[in-house]
Structure formats: structure tokens, C-alpha cells
């Protein structure tokens, strides 16, 4: 029988394993060296935080495995011998396959500063990384790159009490993702829960004591921080390291076709570490997000059983949290407004809540939102991304796509308000009728 | 902010201790007084007879009960003694049968209806042996046997019960002697001792729970729950655990040694109701306050979550109101105790038939109670599941969800997420609903039949199996006891008939669901781990499927855990409710 070999056990990996197992009886194997059960990367800072316990970020019961057939290796591949079809294992003897599918995620950036192996300084994205952060907590520390991670690495450590300083190279936090209206909320919240935040500040050095622990930073400009941690979160590369000596080609990632294909015919890619040659329309050619690592693995589990399927991710969509601001976003919202785009942003009063949306200006096409604070229903905005809908549409459909909770305070009527006043031209009517706890509570 | 708190956990401390340590402040001596107050003249006289030293202090209650039983027992084995026809008496008996034709005119030839003792021994004997009347025996030694078969069950059933001290009697003479008997603090200072304890405990804790609102933004604050003894079955929750055990140990089967806490509520049960305080006015009382200031704790908790506020306060509210003051209010106005909202077969007595004679005895009011009761379980029931869920009763009216969603917050990560507990709260939940529909019906069949047995089985003792065992060490004893152990919602989720009721109609005919929110999830787990039900929520989630389950309460806090506003609870059309798991996102498949 035909034997799938996963390297990779994380979403992409397991949701492959998992997809396979439906559509057929291959025996599958999964091998990683992280971990031997899959577990959410996602949710390693409520581990550290004391929200959760480990076990809790594995979303199968360990019996799910052997139940479903699928047998899990734990153990580092350090070579692909594709003539033989075989992996050598670090500390097993080796694994033959027919088919092969890389899934090896990322690693954190470290961009040659000297110091960055030092003790004390490290990233956050395995098992391991917060194993090792969890082994000694510092009194205080320098977080490197305002993206998710450094974000996240943050809250985590201000749970401990740690006194953080957050070093971002760009203008404004996470800019170059977000618009500068969003990218300001959050410099501003950032501050509000007492971080140290750094704007235009670049790690030029990392300086360590006698025992070669971490006793500062230096910055371009110059400037010295005492700490003893330094969290690298400065982005994610694939995990593509060991595979320098393969037959397998690669770019940044690992280079793949439509149907996740790497050059060779059995050996597919997906998930962070792969690297589409012509990337879907208006996408980039790594997307290092959950979603997009779970949609690969469906997707090539569908070609390697027999029934071979391209890679269409549809509209575009993430989310994430902010200390207690959640973030969502759908369609395509760039940190810059495009050529011939318009915009509309909503803030309320109180910061805690706003909206962003995009449209094309010569024919009104929505484009994409980012929404804070407030909840969106993702089936109404796919619906709405996938068939073109005009921003009036959107903007009178503001009731069908929240999402909160029922007696959450609603704002459509003040967002239209607002959007009514700025584009006279497109002024739209709310559709729908206040509920009656809209109308007693708001 | 820190000072204060650091105070406020320092009384409430203080507080709890006084109150744990009135446990053991009373002395206990036996007075006339209190003995008239409980007993018949006779029993007075046998009592005081045997009391060996008049006017002991016993220092505890376990030494005082142990010496009223030893008593009672006295009193009892004398009693047996004079009034069990003797071995002498019988052979008098076969002596004037001497046809060997068995006549209970004989036993006017051996008891003299003039005294007292020897009557009272006649007429039992007619009442047990009357069936022997006119019997012929062959022998002497055939009646001889067959009227001490009669001796022996009056022996067994014919004098402890009307002139000692049964099971029942016992029982209920322990708490109450007891109770009268106590001297000490809580006697002589009851509004002092009732302000160190409650008062201290309820400032302590409003300091330590009130400055939460200035110290942190409002939002999701599960910071360091695992890293804490109280919420991840450390020491302190084991304590916790096992005292609150232990209360509801002796709240259901021996509350003689809780007089010193029921004495201490007298003042408030005179002022609400005009009558003292019995354990389960102590128990409501206790149970109320744990309510408002944990629901306090819970509003402050989730102040960002409107939803989450909302239904605080309904708990909140229906169990000040509903549970505990309306019922003791009608006390006072001479109506019959009743809950408005508590709903057959949670409250699995409503149809015994000393409750309905109860009611029917209490006219237009009885009878609306009758019909109010019937038309909750009949009508509100399914009605309320179809359009809201079963949360409209569990997490936003029901008094043992009010507690689980309060008193129990801290504790609602540590309810069991496995597939074998799934399976075996199917079993059990659903094993009780039985028990508890049978139950009421031999109930039913004695109340209109007047027969109390069913293919052999006393309805009685059924009733005394459900409420002993499910009633008291289910839902109490493990419901709450366990909190700390195995999450807050153990009886809603194992024992509770009504939430298997009202889960089978959500399951199966109902608007509501938890909706799935696209393909944003992230597997995080959250909402499985803090889901008090047990749900895997998760695993639903990262399918794109909504959350279709019986056993969904309904609090909500899945939602507001999720860090990525993947779940909803909505009431829509049933269309589309129990969707096929797909994720959106993937358009791969589309052609």
C-alpha cells in the first residue's frame, strides 16, 4: 500500500494526515521532532500565561491517532535521499515512502546581529522556545520587531511583571501590515499597558556578561538597554535549512506548482515552508498564517489520494488579539492606500472599537475591511468579497455581518452615520430592524 | 488597590474562620425546658429517669448527640421490656385457648384492662393478632409459636413507634434537642456573631473583589488559573473541596451538629418569615449570599461581555427573589413554601403527596401553585428551549446554575473534556431522568390509588432512595462538593433530570445553536477548557461546524474566551443549525 510520509506535524501537517485518512487507506506516518502529538503553535502564550495547560493545546485526545491509523514518529529528519525514496532519522535507522509531504514551518528570524545566540536571547514559535522561556524569568526585557509575535511575547511577559521594551524598525507599530489609523491604536494601547515602545529603533547588537548570558542591547542609533532577555520576533523564514543539500529546489521556501508540488513528483509542500512559483491572484507567495497552512493540507491530501486539486485560497482573511482588542480582517486592506482605492475609517470615542473598509473608486468594488473590537460574521464577507459586492452594499449590510454577542452594544447606525456624511454620493440606508435588545440596551 | 485587597482577603479570612469555628463554640446541657418543648409528658418522664447525671455540660455536639441516643436507646429497650408480651404471658394465652382453637377473648383472662401497661399490650396484641382469630392449631406448641410470632412484630413495630423514639422520631429529636439545648456565643451575641462572620466575609471580600475594576481593562483575565492552588486542584482547592463536602455531609444527614450556624440565622429567619431557622433556611441564606458576592466577582470579571452581565444579574436576581425571600415571605403570610421557579424533576417533590395536599389545602393560591408548577415543565419548557435554548433556564434562572456560575467561576476549566466522560454523562444524566420519572410515578400511583407498593416495591422507599441519593449526595454532596475537583457544573452535567430534559429538546428541537464563524479558528483550545459542561467545543470549531449539543447551558463563556470571534450563541431559523463541518476559506474545491 501507498506510504505518505508527513515531515511536519503542525496544522498543515496534521490537517493533511487527517484529510488523506478520509479519502483513503494509505498508510500514513507523521514525523517531527517538536513534539509527538500536534498541538496549536497559536496557543503556546496561554500556556505560559497559566490559562491553559499543554495538554489543552492539543486538539485530538492521544488516542485519536492509533484510532485513525496514523502513526507518529518523533524524531528529526536531517535527509532526503528521493532515488531510494528514503529519510535518514536522527536517532531511528530510516523511512522509505512513496509520497512525501514537507510541512516544516518556520523558524524565527535572526538576521546576523552579533550576539543573537547568546543566552537569554531566543524567538518564540516551538515547543521548545517555550520550554526554554519558561525555564528562568527575567527581570527585563527587549523585544526585537513589532509584529504578532512580539505582540504576543509582550502580554506574556508583563504577565510575569517583566519590565519590556518593544524595538520596532518601522514608524509605527506592525506598518507595514496595517494602515497608520489602526497602527496608531495599538502604539497607543501598547503604551496604555506600559510597555516601553520604540519606534524607529533598530538592534544593532546584543552584549552578553562573563557567563555569556545577555546583559544588553545596543541600537543603531546608539543607544544601550540593560536587559537580560531579548525576545527575537522580527518575522519568520520557512523551515527549509536542511534541506540545503537535497534535490529539492528552493527559493526563500520550497518552491511548488498549483498543486503544491515541489520539482519532484512526489514530494509536495505546504504550510510556511512552501513557496508558490505563480502565487494565487493577490496573494503573496509565502503566507506564514494558520489558515492558509490548514487550507494547503486539504488541498494536497485531495491530489495525493487521486484526485488532483489546485491551490485557490478564497478571499483573504486573519484575525488576531491585542492585549483585549481582537482584530479581524477580510479581503485585501493594505497598510497603504492603493492607487485608484477609497476609504472609510470608523474609531469610536473610546478606542476601543473601529473600522476600516476599502473600495475601488471607479466602480465603488468593496476590497477589504479591518475591523477592531467588533465582531464580523466571515460566511457574509466571503459572500461578499467572492461575488463583488459595491461598498453601498456592504455598508447596508453592516447588521447581517455583525458577529458579537447577543446585548453587546451595536454601532451600525453610528458607522453609517459617519460613512453617509464622508461619501454623500454613496449614501446608504441600514437595512434590517433593531432587535428588540438593540432597542432596550443599545 | 494591592493594600486594600490584601485586607480584604485578610477579613474575609478572619470572617470565614469565626464563622468555621462556631462550628464547635456551643456547650449543650439538657434542660426541663427544652424537653417539654419536644416531648410527650411520658417521654419526659422516661427521659429524666434515665439521665444519668442531671444537668451535665457536654462541651460538643458529637458528645451531646451520642449521649441523647444512648438515652433514647435506654428508653427504648426499657419500653420494649414492659410493653412486649412475655413468654409468660403467651403460655398464659395457650392456657385459656384450650380447645387449641385460637380466641382473643382469652386475652381478657390474662390482661387487666385497669392498668395502664397490660392495656396497652392488649390492644396491641389485638391489632397484630387479630388475624389468628378462630385459627385451630394442632398442638400447644403450634400456638405457643404463632403468638410469639405476634410478640415479635409487636416487638418490632408495635411500641417504639408510638411510645419511644423511632428512626424518624430520633432524628428529628437529635437536631431539635440539640438546637435548644446549645449555650454560648451565638446565643448570647447573635447580631455580633452574625456581623463576624457574614459581615467580616462580605466586606473582606467586596475589598478584595471591587478594586479589580481600576487595576485591569476590562476583557478575558484567565491570567495565572493554572498557576493557582485554588483553581487547578492545589492544596487550597482540595481544602475547599473537602469542606465544602464535608457541609453538605452534614446538611442532608447530620444536621444536629450545625445548631451553632442555625442559631446564628434565628434573628433573620424571625424577621423574614417570623419563625426560627431550620438548616435549609441556613443553607438558602448561605446560598444567596454566596450568589451576590461571587456574582459580584463575575459581573466585574466579564464587564466587557454584556451578555455575560446580563445573566448574572438574572441569576442573581431569581435566586434572591424566587428562591429565597418570596418562599419565606409566604411562610410568614400563611401560605404554603413554594419557588416559583424551581421545575419538576429538578424539584422532584413537587408531586408528593404531603406537597400537593399541601397546596390543594390552601385554596385559589394552592391551586394556581399546582397549575404554575405543571405548566413550567408541560409548556415553559419546551417553549423556552425552542426559541432561546436550555440557557434560559440553566444559566440565567436555575438556582444550581446560579451558584455553578458564580460561587463556581473559578472552577469551570477543571470539568472533564474526554470522550469517556462524554459517554458516561449520556449514560447518567439520562439514568437519573428515568429514576426520577419513575419515582414519581409510584408517587403518583399511591397518591391516587392509595396503594403504596408497586410489583413489590414500596413508592416510599423509592422516594427515600431518590432524595437520599440524588437529591442530598448528588446534587449536593457531588454537585458542589466537587467544585473545586471536577468543575462546577457536575450535576447539571451528570445528575440533573431537568437539563437532560430540556438537553433533549435543545438537541432536537430547537432554534438554538453556537455558531461556527467561518474557517477562523485557530484550535487554540480556550473554549474547550473553559467550557463547563465538558464540551470540546474546539473540536467543533475548527471544522466550521456549529455546536448542536444537549448538554450547552449556555453561558456564553466560549464566546468570550475565544480570541479570534469564532463562536456566537444565536437563536435563527432551524435551517442550516446542524450544518456540515466545512471550513470557509479553501475555494480548491469549489468546482
Known sequence: ?442 | MKILRTIGLLLFIIGFGIFSGIFFSNEYVLSKEGLAQHLTEKQQLLFEEKQLEHGKIYSNSFAFTKFLQSVMEQVNNSLLQDLTPTEQEINSIVQHNQGLTFSLASLDQVYNDSVESEAFKKSNFISYGNWLEGRAFNNEQEMQEALQGVANNIAQYGIVSSKGFDQYKSKYLLYALTKTSAQGPVKDYPYWMLFLTFGLSIIGASLYILPKTSMEPPGIKNNGIYHNAMSNKGWLGILTGSYLILFYVFLYFYKEHMTSWILMVDPISMFLKGQPAGEFFLYGFLYTLCILVMGVRMIIKYRHSRYQVARTISVMFFQTAFAFLIPEILIRLNQPYYDFKNIWPLDYDFFFDNELNTLIANGNLGLFMIGWGLALTIVAVPVGVYFFGKRWYCSWVCGCGGLAETLGDPYRQLSDKSVKAWKFERISIHSVLVFAIVMTAGVLYTYFTGSAEVVGISTYKIREWYGAGIGAAFAGVVGTGFYPLMGNRVWCRFGCPLAAYLGLIQRFKSRFRITTNGGQCISCGNCSTYCEMGIDVRWYAQRGQNIVRSSCVGCGVCSSVCPRGVLNLEVKDEKGRLNQPSLLGNDSFKN
Open chain 1, 1 to 442: 500500500m501507498k506510504h505518505i510520509v508527513i515531515v511536519g506535524n503542525g496544522v498543515a501537517g496534521i490537517t493533511a494526515a487527517r484529510h488523506i485518512r478520509k479519502r483513503s487507506a494509505y498508510k500514513i506516518t507523521v514525523i517531527s521532532a517538536e513534539t509527538k502529538y500536534f498541538f496549536s503553535r497559536t496557543a503556546l502564550m496561554y500556556v505560559y500565561m497559566g490559562h491553559m495547560k499543554f495538554e489543552h493545546t492539543q486538539p485530538y485526545e492521544n488516542n485519536f491517532w492509533e484510532k485513525n491509523n496514523i502513526d507518529l514518529i518523533q524524531d528529526l529528519v536531517i535527509k532526503i535521499d528521493n532515488n531510494k525514496k528514503t529519510l535518514t532519522l536522527q536517532n531511528n535507522d530510516s523511512v522509505v515512502y512513496d509520497d512525501l509531504i514537507l510541512a516544516t514551518g518556520s523558524v524565527p528570524n535572526k538576521f546576523g546581529w552579533p550576539g543573537q545566540d547568546l543566552q537569554g536571547v531566543q524567538g518564540l514559535y516551538s515547543y521548545q522556545d517555550l520550554q526554554k522561556l519558561e525555564e528562568k524569568t527575567p527581570t527585563k526585557a527587549v523585544i526585537v520587531g513589532g509584529g504578532l509575535i512580539g505582540i504576543e511575547l509582550a502580554e506574556m511577559l508583563l504577565y510575569k511583571k517583566v519590565e519590556v521594551t518593544l524595538l520596532v524598525r518601522e514608524k509605527s507599530f506592525w506598518s507595514n501590515v496595517l494602515p497608520s489609523q489602526e497602527s496608531a491604536l495599538i502604539n497607543q494601547l501598547i503604551q496604555k499597558h506600559h510597555i516601553d515602545l520604540k519606534l524607529e529603533s533598530e538592534l544593532k547588537c546584543i552584549h552578553a556578561d562573563s557567563e555569556g548570558w545577555v546583559q544588553s542591547i545596543e541600537t543603531v542609533d546608539g543607544t544601550n538597554i540593560p536587559c537580560d532577555f531579548v525576545g527575537l520576533t522580527a518575522g519568520v523564514s520557512p523551515n527549509i535549512g536542511w534541506l540545503k543539500d537535497s534535490d529539492v529546489e528552493s527559493n526563500r521556501g520550497i518552491l511548488v506548482d498549483p498543486y503544491l508540488r515541489s520539482n519532484m513528483a512526489n514530494i509536495y509542500a505546504i504550510g510556511d515552508c512552501a513557496e508558490h512559483r505563480t502565487p494565487p491572484p493577490n496573494r503573496r507567495p509565502i503566507e506564514q498564517v494558520w489558515y492558509t497552512g490548514r487550507m494547503m493540507g486539504e488541498t494536497v491530501a485531495a491530489t495525493i489520494t487521486g484526485n488532483p486539486t489546485t491551490y485557490q485560497p478564497g478571499p483573504w482573511f486573519n484575525s488576531a488579539k491585542f492585549f483585549d482588542l481582537e482584530y479581524q480582517t477580510y479581503g485585501v486592506v493594505s497598510n497603504v492606500l492603493q492607487a485608484g482605492q477609497k476609504e472609510f475609517y470608523w474609531e469610536h470615542e473610546s478606542g476601543n472599537f473601529c473600522m476600516h473598509f476599502i473600495w475601488n473608486s471607479a466602480d465603488n468594488k468593496f476590497v477589504g475591511v479591518n475591523s477592531f473590537g467588533i465582531r464580523l460574521r466571515h460566511e457574509v464577507l466571503d459572500q461578499w468579497l467572492q461575488k463583488g459586492a459595491r461598498i453601498m452594499e456592504v455598508m447596508e449590510g453592516l447588521r447581517a455581518a455583525n458577529f458579537d454577542p447577543e446585548f453587546f452594544k451595536r454601532h451600525e447606525e453610528s458607522i453609517v452615520m459617519a460613512f453617509n456624511a464622508e461619501n454623500q454620493n454613496l449614501a446608504v440606508k441600514l437595512n434590517g430592524k433593531k432587535s428588540l435588545i438593540e432597542k432596550i440596551f443599545g
